[in-house]
């Protein structure tokens, strides 16, 4: 279940049974396991390789010397080379090319018998982020567990107790969970569980109810779950915004963030930070925020603003953007910003996760699990929590009720509008089959679709291994047209909105290169036939609304590609769904 989250390889140990491992999904170690293996307790792992190649050498779990503790690990040891010497200088040995080894071989160096205390003292010898499971030959009934950084969370059951990276994986035994904070070390047997603080202060972490069903996080029928969770867009947004909309006065209603909206109401100036996607999705909202809520925004990578000098004042904000909420650069983002005093906000899809619990205030986005690797429903509830967003604040800076109504009329129809959006997914399918044998491929788009053409370009390089790109429509002429001839074909978003005249413009400059030219245009837009080699027409909305529209149809072009060309369109090569290292 937990597949998504590294798949490079994968092991299970089990006290009594020792450990097996294997490289690439998990089929290949269902495979080396011809035999139920016999035990009532054991720790798995998944892989995305940080240290060392994907080997079976290097795939978790690891043990120390004595072979009797063993251990698997999701992050990053930073330190680990000098612990590393420090062991060889005493004579361990190593197998692997890993930094987790490296904290198994000293935690069994500091073992005396009791486990939580070996890994307490080892942990205090450690920099870096981990989300580790322990378990040793002699207490094949204990698991030690302690996070930081990476997620932990605890599934309470009633024939037994689980350890889980999140809680998608507990659901077939459990929805009780507790979520561990950074800091924290779990003792959990199959009877019950304790925390403890890394300086030994008991810590009271009561269960929580997770919200959502198995079913959630099945594929219910369809190929892929990508191609699912696009299906599911009506669904989404109609969750995204039930009893968030007060329709008659146009304005919106965002429980999360009722405490801070004053401050909102007053800001000098919003940061938005985010990686991949989520960064788009930022990018969309800052458009939006300053063209209807006059709100000056700015979108920083979270890779990016963690470490470059920041200059907040008191009347700011900070804004992470995030599906998993566990994606590390974005986390030590808000975490710079909490500690420079500023506020700060989410808009986290994932409940219980450690960004949502780290901000001040925010707003869950309600899309549900999204298990394929490639974000496509999560990212259009987060534009449609952007849209909720600039009304909220648009509403408090000025904007008129005649507006307000408009925009939520929009969202109010936009799940109808995505159903009818879908019914075209056959015809997008023909035209990515056409599209499927180009290596390169340029996404323009201008003002709100400039985000949305690097979205459309993300998603042929995450599922279908195109080298593409994305520019603002107006900046091709400056360099990147050079590039473009009978085998580079250009995707144009060019809806009948403000620019549009721009758009064909430039579609025109593409044009007399010879280059192939796919254009997402508004239905009943005679012109664009003449200038495009395919278009692929679509429902004319309210422009705040258009970004959400238009991303449907590049996400549905993109799994197509990718299906065309055979590709494991739901775990890319190279990739997992949340980076919780940096
Ligand atoms: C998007 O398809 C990718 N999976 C990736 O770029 C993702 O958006 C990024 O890693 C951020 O993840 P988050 O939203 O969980 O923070």
């Not at 597949?3 to 690439?24: H, L, N, T």
């Not at 669904?235 to 401050?263: H, P, Y």
């Not at 580079?488 to 721009?502: S, T």
Request: net charge negative; proline share 4%.
């Amino acid at each position: 279940m937990l597949e998504y989250r590294g798949y490079d390889s994968a092991g299970i140990f089990v006290p009594g049974s020792g450990a097996i491992k294997a490289v690439g999904p998990i089929d290949n170690l269902a495979k080396k396991i011809t035999a139920t293996i016999p035990g009532t307790s054991g720790i798995a792992h998944t892989r995305w390789a940080t240290h060392g190649e994907p080997t079976e050498l290097n795939a978790h779990p690891h043990t120390d010397a004595s072979g009797s503790l063993w251990l698997v690990h999701n992050g990053i040891i930073e330190n680990y080379r000098e612990i590393k010497e420090k062991l060889l200088s005493q004579g361990i040995t190593f197998a692997s090319q890993t930094d987790t080894e490296v904290l198994v071989k000293l935690i069994g160096t500091l073992y005396k018998g009791d486990l939580r205390q070996a890994v307490m003292d080892a942990l205090l010898r450690v920099r870096g982020t981990y989300g580790i499971a322990v378990m040793s030959q002699e207490h094949p009934d204990e698991i030690v567990v302690a996070k930081m950084g990476s997620p932990i969370v605890l599934g309470i059951g009633h024939d037994g107790n689980f350890v889980a990276s999140d809680p998608s994986a507990l659901l077939a035994h459990t929805k009780d969970v507790v979520y561990l904070d950074d800091g924290e070390i779990a003792l959990v047997t199959k009877d019950g569980y304790s925390v403890i603080s890394i300086d030994g202060e008991h810590r009271e972490k009561l269960p929580e109810k997770v919200e959502w069903d198995i079913e959630a996080v099945q594929k219910q029928g369809y190929e892929h779950f990508m191609i699912k969770e696009i299906f599911e867009a009506p669904e989404v947004i109609a969750n995204t915004i039930r009893g968030r909309l007060l329709f008659d006065k146009g304005r919106a209603k965002l429980g999360g963030l009722e405490s801070v909206i004053n401050e909102l109401a007053s800001l000098n100036r919003l940061q938005i930070v985010g990686c991949g996607s989520a960064y788009y999705a930022g990018q969309v909202g800052r458009y939006l925020l300053e063209e209807y809520a006059g709100l000056p925004t700015e979108v920083e990578l979270a890779s990016e603003y963690r470490y470059k000098r920041n200059l907040p004042d008191k009347k700011s904000a900070v804004l992470a953007v995030s599906q998993s909420g566990e994606t590390a650069d974005t986390l030590a983002s808000i975490r710079s910003a909490k500690q420079m005093g500023v506020l700060t906000l989410g808009i986290i899809n994932t409940v219980g996760s450690t960004i949502a619990r780290d901000t001040d205030a925010g707003v869950h986005n309600h899309a549900g699990p999204e298990i394929a690797v490639a974000s496509t429903k999560a990212f259009i509830s987060q534009l449609t929590v952007f849209v909720l967003l600039t009304l909220l604040i648009g509403r408090e800076r000025g904007m008129s009720q005649e507006v307000g109504v408009e925009i939520a009329e929009a969202l109010r129809t936009l799940p109808e509008t995505l159903i009818k959006v879908l019914t075209q997914s056959e015809e997008v399918k023909a035209i990515a089959e056409k599209y499927a044998n180009y290596s390169d491929a340029i996404f323009i788009g201008r003002k709100f679709h400039t985000p949305i053409a690097h979205e459309g370009s993300l998603k042929l390089k995450e599922v279908a291994y195109i080298h593409a790109e994305a520019y603002a429509g107006g900046e091709l002429k400056h360099g990147p047209i050079a590039m473009l001839d009978t085998n580079f074909p250009i995707i144009a978003l060019c809806p009948q909105d403000d620019v549009y005249e721009k758009m064909i413009s430039n579609i025109e400059e593409v044009k007399a290169r010879k280059a192939p030219i796919l254009a997402f245009a508004t239905e009943g837009d005679v012109h664009i036939t003449e200038l495009a080699t395919d278009v692929v027409f679509m429902p004319k909305v309210h422009p705040i609304v258009q970004p959400i529209v238009t991303t449907v149809y590049l996400h549905l072009l993109a799994y197509y590609v990718g299906l065309a060309k055979g590709l494991n369109v739901d775990r890319p090569r190279n990739l997992a769904k949340s980076v919780t290292v940096e």
